[in-house]
């Protein structure tokens, strides 16, 4: 089945203390991204890839680190996190045009 | 800076009856246009997209209709079922790979 999986997709943690919500595709697919989710600000784009080794910033990448070392999988990393870091957080992949395939959301709080 | 938006954040409908979603773009170089549905705890899911060199794209019970001259986008829903109710949500693509969402309506099935 083609699908996105994201982990964990439920996570409390403490400010400072380190993480990665992982990210993976079986759709051979160029483009991944990362977005976040926020009540009343919608879907807003951190990082994405066009391919592997390639990168680059969304509209929200500050405190978020990305990776793309492989073409199945770019995971998110929290260097640092911080309460306003708290959010609903999608993965998504797609070729380099067409319709965004999303995973099922991995919500995080930060405390 | 260029943004999508979308004129009702709820709408309520009877069971059966057609339901009808807007969406405004002001980006007039989008040439790619798509309508994601996300139900609670999930992700978005693709619903019909469209091109700009198109008006109207149908599928299964949805209709999209564009109007370039107003940067006007709707979703049509015939038939409306309890399980459409959902978020939705328009994105727009312009020449570059990156994907622009709306904030989203709240469609509500009154049984």
């Known amino acids: 089945e083609a699908q996105v999986t994201q982990n964990p997709r439920y996570l409390i943690t403490v400010t400072g203390k380190k993480l990665t919500v992982t990210c993976s595709q079986n759709m051979n697919h160029e483009y991944m991204s990362w977005y976040r989710q926020d009540p009343g600000l919608g879907l807003r784009q951190i990082y994405y890839?066009?391919?592997?080794?390639?990168?680059d910033k969304g509209d929200v990448p500050e405190g978020y680190k990305v990776s793309r070392k492989e073409k199945r999988n770019f995971p998110l990393i929290l260097e640092s996190p911080s309460p306003n870091q708290t959010s609903l957080y999608f993965c998504?992949?797609?070729?380099?045009?067409?319709?965004?395939?999303f995973g099922e959301g991995s919500r995080l709080t930060v405390l | 800076g260029e943004s999508v938006g979308l004129h009702l954040p709820t709408l309520s409908v009877q069971e059966g009856d057609n339901s009808i979603i807007n969406c405004a773009y002001s980006?007039?170089?989008?040439?790619?246009f798509i309508w994601y549905k996300q139900e609670s705890g999930k992700g978005p899911q693709f619903i019909i997209d469209i091109r700009s060199n198109m008006d109207k794209r149908q599928g299964q019970r949805v209709t999209v209709l564009l109007n370039k001259t107003v940067k006007h986008l709707s979703l049509q829903i015939a038939a409306t079922q309890p399980g459409d109710s959902a978020v939705y949500f328009c994105a727009e693509n312009d020449s570059s790979y990156k994907l622009i969402f709306g904030s989203g309506t709240r469609l509500l099935v009154r049984p």
């Open positions: 998504a992949s797609r070729y380099n045009t067409g319709e965004l395939f």
């Open positions: 980006n007039s170089a989008s040439d790619y």
């Open positions: 890839s066009m391919n592997v080794e390639v990168t």
